[in-house]
């Protein structure tokens, strides 16, 4: 997820009143956004770097596009939340990437500057994870069409992976192939078992606080409905005990991320907490009932990366999901000292299995284009 975790987000969403839309001064930060600034620009004589609106679905819809050489296999990358963009985190660890694939990333509606280019209101009603796989369908089109591509690369990440694993089913022409960081198999069976990790950890510390807070939700989910009060107590002790970023209790590398990027300004920066407040309560039911556990055949190559200890979106069942379908081509990638947050928490290996995994995906037999 990011500026905020689904924890805060879901705090947020239980006040009543709604959050000032301010723009708050960080111009304090602005000497250290400006280093970064200038060592993110691509000078390469065929490097790409533009960041433009796009209409997608009826909303103008922001996306971001680096690589140092236009020739390399293009990728588009949809983000976590909802509502959780990543193109102001990016500069943390996505240059080495550039190196290899033209990165596309894009802010889906209802989050980050997508959010702030239209009043959100106007598309309100249309907030449900059909239409998110029909916006990146679009945006995969418009890529492929705006930068010569006869395929791209898929990579979704957290909430992502419902969107783009839902796209590379439905237009799997579109995709050399797909990979899942954090992939969301069943959110109910996510819940149970990132629930259980934190019952766990803190009856082995001994926590007393926090096994009182768990038991009193017990059995979670169970047969009840996943309410949000119900999600708070059960996602704020796993977090804790490492399951959002493996070995810590809390992510702040990454929830304030955006006060150094020089892709957002400062209002862009607020929308950031804004696009998750409105997306979430819309999107919430949606979320909750998914269940990819039935797809037994994919059309395209796919690949998940897992993190060891990733108990915010488990990859127990991922893992378990890859080993029964039948996919052109399959691989699963562990990542032994990352949580749910792979590509920052081991961004080298990340870089090498792309490299040696998916980049040889995207060779043409026939001298086609990337």
């Known amino acids: 997820m990011k500026t905020l975790s689904l924890l805060l987000v879901l705090l947020l969403l239980l006040i009543p009143t709604a959050r000032a839309a301010e723009c708050k001064d960080t111009s304090k930060y602005a000497d250290a956004r400006a280093v970064i600034q200038d060592l993110g620009r691509i000078l390469s004589p065929n490097g790409v770097q533009e960041a433009y609106a796009i209409e997608a679905g009826g909303v103008q819809q922001w996306v971001n596009v680096r690589g140092q050489d236009k020739d390399n296999p293009m990728m588009l990358v949809v983000h976590g939340g909802p509502a959780s963009p990543l193109i102001p985190a990016m500069w943390q660890f996505q240059r080495p990437i550039e190196e290899y694939f033209t990165v596309a990333n894009w802010d889906q509606r209802g989050a980050g500057k997508t ?28 890529l492929r069409k705006r930068y010569g591509k006869r395929k791209l690369v898929l990579m979704g990440h957290s909430w992502g992976t419902i969107v783009a694993m839902q796209a590379a089913l439905k237009r799997p022409d579109l995709f050399y192939a797909y990979i899942g960081i954090g992939q969301v198999i069943n959110v109910r ?14 009856k082995a510390e001994g926590n007393q606080a926090a096994i009182a807070e768990m038991e009193a939700i017990a059995p979670y989910p ?149």
């Open 115 to 142: 959010y702030t280019q239209q009043d959100p209101n106007g598309y309100a009603d249309t907030l449900h994870i059909p239409r998110y796989v029909d916006d990146a369908i679009e945006v995969a089109e418009y």
């Open 222 to 370: 169970g047969d009840q409905p996943i309410t949000r009060e119900r999600i708070i107590a059960a996602r704020k002790w796993a977090q804790h005990y490492g399951g959002l970023s493996a070995y810590r209790d809390t992510s702040l590398y990454y929830y304030r991320a955006p006060l150094l990027s020089p892709e957002y300004d400062d209002c862009d920066r607020a929308a950031v907490d804004q696009g998750n407040v409105f997306s979430l309560g819309r999107l919430l039911p949606e979320f909750l009932a998914t269940d990819m556990s039935g797809v037994r055949e994919f059309p395209i190559p796919v690949l998940m990366f897992m993190g060891r200890h990733d108990y915010t979106t488990p990859s127990e069942p991922t893992a378990a999901w890859l080993a029964q379908v039948r996919a052109p081509y399959k691989r699963g990638v562990w990542f032994e000292h990352s949580s749910h947050m792979v590509q920052w928490e081991e961004p080298g290996k990340l870089l090498v299995s792309l490299v040696d995994y998916v980049r040889p995906l995207t060779e043409e037999n026939a001298g086609g284009r990337r």
């Open 189 to 202: 069976e996510n819940e149970r078992i990132s629930f259980d990790h934190g019952m766990r950890q803190a």
